[in-house]
């Protein structure tokens, strides 16, 4: 069993910088690909970012490639996503997620249903 709990959140204006945590527990962290999700008030959770386990791949959603930038550290069970230049439409509740079993297909860490473990998430809001 994996337990996420994600950290960071609060409130900013439009172009400031946050950094939110994820913390894992367990000895798996380094077999674990690692997703970040988003979900705005009357919308669906929508693909943010994701790491692969090895660290040798990153993916990230049109809407924050080249704001937003996914990480890992294995020593301290934790990814991290840094969101530079937010805007308010930025603004909904993050979510991490966790993979341990693995997957080679293509563009599958982009999909909520391919995770196996989710944090409760964390508030960020943008105003203008």
């Known amino acids: 069993q994996v337990q996420l709990v994600e950290s960071g959140g609060g409130l900013v204006q439009a172009g400031d910088s946050l950094r939110l945590s994820c913390a894992a527990s367990g000895r798996t962290f380094s077999r674990q690909d690692m997703g970040w999700f988003r979900q705005a008030p009357g919308k669906e959770r929508a693909f943010v970012a994701a790491?692969?386990?090895?660290?040798?791949?990153?993916y990230y959603s049109d809407s924050v490639k080249g704001r937003f930038t996914i990480s890992r550290d294995n020593a301290k069970n934790t990814v991290y996503l840094q969101m530079d230049s937010l805007k308010p439409e930025d603004t909904a509740v993050y979510f991490c997620?966790?993979?341990?079993?693995?997957?080679?297909?293509?563009?599958?860490?982009?999909?909520?249903?391919?995770?196996?473990?989710w944090g409760q998430g964390t508030q960020v809001t943008v105003s203008s």
């Open positions: 790491l692969r386990r090895s660290g040798s791949s990153t």
């Open positions: 997620a966790a993979r341990l079993t693995p997957t080679y297909i293509a563009g599958s860490l982009a999909r909520r249903e391919m995770y196996e473990y």
